[in-house]
């Protein structure tokens, strides 16, 4: 819903791109917040292929009460340390994700959207 906020007649695709998320996984998530009423889909007079989406009403009332992102929270506060700061951080962050293995994770599973279930035990 924030993008679709920042920029009114985005398209679904775009918003992919820009959160990077597959184009199935935003349109479910669409689907979702559409059957809300709090996104409208529109489809060009022009080009019927492509689909804007905007805010409601409602959808913006929502947003407006919405907590800030946690991303861009920790990114306001991140950029407002000193560099020497930053770079402590980065570099000790680097250091645990290497003690953990965490290039060899697969963390896909965690940014699925829907229900998590159990794997299956072998």
Not at 10 to 20: G, L, M
Not at 40 to 60: N, Y
Not at 73 to 90: C, N, Y
């Amino acid at each position: 819903m924030h993008e679709v906020s920042q920029t009114d007649g985005i398209t679904a695709s775009r918003i992919a791109q820009n959160v990077n998320l597959s184009p199935a996984t935003v349109t479910n998530i669409l689907d979702r917040i559409e059957s809300r009423e709090l996104v409208t889909r529109v489809r060009s007079q022009m080009d019927k292929r492509r689909v804007s989406l905007h805010l409601t009403e409602k959808g913006k009332e929502l947003l407006l009460k919405a907590p800030q992102p946690l991303q861009e929270h920790f990114i306001e506060k991140f950029s407002g340390l000193a560099e020497w700061e930053q770079s402590l951080l980065l570099s000790s962050m680097q250091r645990i994700a290497a003690m953990m293995d965490a290039d060899k994770l697969d963390a896909s599973p965690l940014l699925e959207v829907g229900a998590l279930t159990q794997a299956p035990k072998e």
